[in-house]
């Protein structure tokens, strides 16, 4: 995937998970991230559970370090609520996280990221700060 290609997937993201201020819509949202957007479901071999995870995953695996903290923190300001109950006043974030405009450098980050992961053994001299 080339640069203007990643940055796109990030706003698109970003796009579709920026309306959503409820846990219900965030797994809903979740449960149709596959090839079609069709909604997964369960099945003998894959409960939710996994199947949210596997959202989760497909998200995460894009996100550098600091748009990783700004997902969790925004994930959790999602509210629990059932349907019908109405929403409270929350100040949350906009934004899920804010999309890199120079992908270049998420890409070194991300390397890091993956072989400090793998490996635990990234030079020092190799390393974002």
Do not use: C
């Amino acid at each position: 995937m080339d640069e203007a290609q990643q940055t796109a997937q990030e706003e698109a993201i970003v796009k579709l998970l920026s309306p959503i201020k409820s846990w219900r819509l965030f797994t809903e949202s979740l449960q149709r991230m596959s090839e079609k957007g069709s909604k997964l479901e369960e099945s003998s071999s894959e409960s939710k559970a996994d199947i949210l995870f596997t959202g989760l995953e497909r998200i995460n695996s894009i996100l550098d370090g600091n748009q990783q903290r700004q997902f969790n923190a925004w994930v959790g300001q999602l509210e629990h609520r059932q349907p019908g109950q109405k929403t409270a006043d929350t100040r949350m974030a906009v934004l899920p996280f804010h999309p890199h405009f120079q992908p270049h450098i998420k890409y070194g980050q991300v390397r890091q990221q993956v072989m400090i992961a793998w490996h635990n053994d990234l030079p020092s001299n190799q390393r974002y700060v």
